[in-house]
């Protein structure tokens, strides 16, 4: 049982469509992320929410869209990406403090046609 | 900026066997924090066991323990008594020390089989 739900957890997408990946944390965290995992490479930081607050955006493509209504939900919004944007997208939660944790979710398994 | 290196892409042990998992991490910082994630395969990022920089005490937790050599900036992953729901990916990762601090890296893991 994870504290931290991703929804879905596989979509196949084309280049012209537009989706919405969603996390939401169970755990009264107050910071959320997203990470990008694609193959033979380390995780990447994509975005950080602090209190609904984007506190970190690592150059990621304005094609890719955060999105942090409060502090359990967290969205990433998706138009016209590319096929090399097929990865797993992890979502996590941290109590905020530099040291934290983080506690991840299953992912959503993103394949862009 | 922080690199993680991890040197071995993958591992195997028999089952009840102990491994070690490598790795060095490159950092002018002084204070920071060491993690080792392990990703079995529901995908789900699981923390296995963290280090603080400032702590000469190797952590341990159960059958996981760390070899932390802070000069040589190294940070190894040992796993007494193999057991099958070991396997997975395991991923070290660093971050800096320091409120507003939300950057983790990691290295790129290191797959390990447990052989029955």
């Known amino acids: 049982e994870t504290g931290v739900t991703q929804t879905p957890r596989h979509l196949v997408m084309g280049m012209t469509n537009k989706k919405s990946l969603k996390c939401e944390q169970h755990?009264?965290?107050?910071?959320m992320y997203w990470y990008k995992q694609s193959a033979k490479k380390p995780l990447e930081l994509m975005f950080v929410?602090?209190?609904?607050?984007?506190?970190e955006n690592n150059s990621v493509p304005s094609r890719f869209s955060p999105e942090c209504p409060n502090s359990s939900h967290l969205f990433l919004h998706l138009h016209t990406l590319q096929p090399e944007d097929s990865a797993l997208y992890l979502c996590?939660?941290?109590?905020?403090?530099?040291?934290?944790?983080?506690?991840f979710g299953n992912g959503t398994r993103l394949t862009v046609t | 900026a922080q690199t993680v290196t991890q040197s071995q892409p993958e591992m195997s042990v028999q089952e009840a066997e102990t491994v070690t998992l490598s790795c060095t991490y490159d950092?002018?910082?002084?204070?920071?924090?060491l993690f080792w994630y392990k990703q079995p395969p529901s995908r789900q990022m699981i923390l296995v066991i963290r280090?603080?920089?400032?702590?000469?005490q190797n952590a341990t937790e159960n059958r996981f323990s760390v070899n932390f050599q802070k000069a040589a900036k190294s940070f190894s992953l040992k796993i007494s008594d193999s057991q099958l729901g070991d396997t997975a990916m395991y991923f070290c990762?660093?971050?800096?020390?320091?409120?507003?601090?939300?950057?983790?890296?990691f290295g790129k893991g290191t797959k390990l089989s447990v052989i029955p």
């Open positions: 996590a939660s941290s109590q905020g403090a530099d040291h934290s944790p983080l506690h």
């Open positions: 755990l009264g965290h107050n910071a």
């Open positions: 929410y602090s209190l609904e607050e984007r506190v």
């Open positions: 950092t002018s910082e002084n204070n920071y924090y």
């Open positions: 280090q603080e920089a400032y702590k000469q």
């Open positions: 990762a660093f971050m800096k020390h320091g409120a507003g601090s939300y950057q983790l890296t």
